[in-house]
């Protein structure tokens, strides 16, 4: 027996994960609870936290900071 994590969307399953057979198996779906547009977008952000480390987002500030007047005056 497998557990693999999906996100249904109304029409789709998106796998969270890689199914790890190749065979056909038979298959039970359980719906566990609803999520929210901003849930799932939460999910998306936070696989991803950690990736950069303090140096990587020191620069980013930086540059973010440089350019905080970019288009200011412009049209």
């Known amino acids: ?4 994590k999906a996100i249904y969307d109304g029409n789709n ?3 969270e994960e890689p199914i790890p057979i190749k065979e056909k198996y038979e298959v ?3 719906f566990t609870k609803p999520i929210d ?3 799932i977008k939460k999910q998306k952000i936070l696989k991803h ?3 950069w480390n303090n140096e990587d987002v020191e620069n980013i500030n930086e540059i973010v900071n440089a350019r905080v007047n970019f288009f200011a005056n412009r049209r």
């Open 37 to 39: 547009n901003k849930g």
């Open 13 to 15: 399953f998106k796998l």
């Open 49 to 51: 936290f950690g990736v």
């Open 1 to 4: 027996m497998y557990e693999i």
């Open 28 to 30: 039970i779906i359980i």
